[in-house]
């Protein structure tokens, strides 16, 4: 997932590890912790490194080199960073290795969460790559007719073959304005696979289940087989089994996200009615202008931006007085939220050795951020 080479190791990474575990002794020493979002993966470049990272602040956890990736060997040096590190993992983002599956189900008893990276490789190479090989020979078709189209002007018999080249000139055209909008549409449902990944419907900003995720999840592959058939691809029928069955846990990541809001909410001491405002309005304001701040695909980070102006325009219509851009530490204390430790701040915030009781555990805080490492890495 993040090969790093063992020549980079002294120079790069070892640096950032290091500054990382002076830290940790301090963090130690002061009995702190937290809960993290991991993301674990076997790399092989000089030798086979496992490497173990946590997704919100980037940093490695644990990169070593090792002559197998069981799952023994797994436990074994991940338990021993966790140990030293007083960490706890909330979920663990893999490949669908049996190894790192049961790393997660098994052995740190957490959510495992398939990479959404793996998945849309498989659709990429599946179709992605056809339909760039249509495309790339249409070109060639047309840029065939439109020079036997060019050679035969001023020639004796120009008048009587012109109109057949001309005709065929066209039929190259329509077939390169075919394939490039094969190609957009593709790219579009590929789009759709990520933006219904996140715990809001990216149309009106409402709050996702699970169960809903899953089903939009299944329309949105449902849409590409459809495509599929029409184009006439080369079916890739295993390949679409294998995302197939990955769909439900990719979706399981949404309760697990509102479970963290609840525990967030109950920590604040919220009253029922600011609980649905939370989750109604102010966490799909918060979540967005994350999701703007660190999507990079131009195309989903305009559709999130507009996601964000709706929540904006429905919280601060413009016959409403100048408001922030962001809801700061003081409105949630009018809801009985101290400053600094409201329910948004601790949505996007996930960063130094902070150590909350585990029922008032922010896991919505981390998984908005990993959420951008899962997902846009698609991109």
Not at 122 to 132: P, R
Not at 138 to 145: I, S, Y
Not at 204 to 218: G, Y
Request: charged share 20%.
């Amino acid at each position: 997932m993040f090969p790093l080479g063992l020549a980079q190791y002294d120079a790069g990474v070892g640096g950032r590890v290091a500054g990382a575990a002076a830290g940790e002794q301090d963090g130690g020493a002061a009995g702190e912790g937290r809960e993290i979002i991991g993301a674990v993966d076997d790399t092989f470049l000089e030798r086979m490194l496992l490497v173990f990272m946590d997704l919100a602040t980037g940093y490695l956890r644990l990169e070593e080199v090792a002559e197998d990736r069981t799952y023994t060997t797994w436990k074994a040096l991940v338990d021993e960073r966790l140990k030293v590190l007083g960490t706890e993992v909330l979920s663990l983002v893999s490949a669908r290795a049996k190894a790192l599956i049961q790393l997660a189900a098994q052995g740190l008893e957490c959510l495992s969460m398939p990479a959404f990276f793996h998945v849309v490789h498989a659709l990429i190479k599946s179709y992605a790559l056809a339909l760039g090989r249509h495309l790339r020979h249409a070109h060639q078709e047309l840029k065939t007719a439109t020079e036997t189209l060019a050679r035969l002007q001023g020639r004796p018999q120009a008048a009587q073959d012109a109109p057949e080249a001309k005709a065929l000139v066209a039929v190259r055209q329509a077939e390169v304005t075919r394939w490039e909008e094969a190609h957009h549409t593709y790219r579009r449902h590929l789009e759709t696979l990520s933006l219904t990944l996140h715990p809001f419907r990216i149309a009106d900003s409402a709050p996702q289940t699970s169960a809903q995720v899953e089903s939009h999840l299944q329309e949105a592959v449902e849409a590409i087989d459809v495509f599929v058939q029409y184009h006439q691809l080369p079916p890739h029928h295993a390949t679409m089994i294998k995302v197939r069955k990955q769909l439900p846990a990719l979706a399981a990541l949404g309760d697990f996200w509102w479970e963290g809001v609840r525990r967030d909410v109950a920590h604040a001491a919220i009253s029922p009615m600011g609980g649905r405002w939370a989750a109604e309005s102010l966490l799909p304001l918060v979540y967005w202008e994350h999701q703007v701040a660190h999507t990079r695909c131009a195309r989903r980070k305009a559709k999130i931006r507009q996601a964000l102006e709706a929540i904006q325009g429905r919280l601060w219509p413009s016959c409403a007085p100048p408001m922030p851009a962001a809801p700061g530490p003081q409105i949630m204390a009018h809801m009985g939220d101290p400053p600094g430790e409201n329910l948004s701040a601790r949505l996007v915030s996930g960063g130094g050795p902070q150590r909350c009781p585990r029922a008032a555990a922010s896991q919505s805080a981390r998984l908005a951020k990993a959420q951008v490492q899962g997902v846009d890495g698609a991109a």
